[in-house]
């Protein structure tokens, strides 16, 4: 799951093949990643369970995308910055395809980073996933639901096999 040794955590294969979701992956965290790969540089790597593609690993990295929504209603802007996660390597497919959107991205300690909202196309022929899959954090998401008065969120995440 971490390809350093040099990583503080280690990925522990639950007994009951069910990992246990604790928790959240501090901000700070998502923007500047603790964990080192193989060639020593700083990443994170998750993974989510989709609807179209299933369960598939990931690179959560500091690559940052801005999302302005607009509202007819409302004269100003909100933007929420959206994570961006590329494939686990060069040979892997992408880490979302059309029907993932909603899953929930994690890292292997299971805390929860983000909920995955899209991503960009591939090639229809070569790589018919998305190469850069985008999620929103999920601190801005539990801010965000602070601010509409709704504080303590009764979340209950549903395992499926």
């Given at each position: 799951?971490?390809?350093?040794?040099?990583?503080r955590h280690?990925?522990k294969f639950p007994?009951?093949r069910l990992?246990?979701?604790?928790?959240?992956?501090?901000?700070?965290?998502?923007?500047y990643?603790?964990?080192?790969?193989?060639?020593?540089e700083h990443n994170?790597?998750?993974?989510k369970?989709?609807?179209?593609?299933?369960?598939t690993?990931?690179r959560?990295n500091?690559?940052?995308?801005v999302?302005?929504y607009?509202?007819?209603?409302?004269p100003g802007?909100?933007?929420?910055w959206?994570w961006?996660i590329?494939?686990y390597?060069?040979?892997?497919?992408?880490f979302?395809?059309?029907g993932?959107?909603?899953s929930?991205?994690v890292?292997?300690?299971g805390?929860i980073g983000?909920?995955?909202?899209?991503?960009?196309?591939?090639?229809?022929?070569?790589?018919?996933?998305?190469d850069i899959?985008?999620?929103?954090?999920i601190?801005?998401l539990?801010?965000r639901?602070?601010?509409h008065g709704?504080?303590?969120?009764?979340?209950h995440?549903?395992?499926?096999?």
């Amino acid at each position: 799951m971490y390809p350093n040794t040099a990583n503080r955590h280690s990925f522990k294969f639950p007994p009951d093949r069910l990992l246990h979701l604790r928790g959240t992956i501090p901000e700070n965290e998502l923007a500047y990643p603790t964990d080192l790969d193989i060639d020593n540089e700083h990443n994170m790597v998750v993974l989510k369970r989709g609807l179209t593609t299933g369960l598939t690993f990931g690179r959560g990295n500091n690559i940052r995308s801005v999302t302005r929504y607009y509202f007819s209603n409302n004269p100003g802007e909100e933007f929420s910055w959206e994570w961006a996660i590329p494939p686990y390597d060069s040979k892997s497919s992408g880490f979302s395809s059309a029907g993932d959107s909603g899953s929930i991205v994690v890292d292997g300690r299971g805390r929860i980073g983000g909920l995955l909202t899209g991503g960009t196309r591939g090639d229809a022929v070569f790589r018919p996933s998305c190469d850069i899959t985008y999620a929103t954090p999920i601190t801005f998401l539990l801010d965000r639901m602070a601010m509409h008065g709704i504080h303590r969120p009764n979340i209950h995440v549903a395992l499926t096999a």
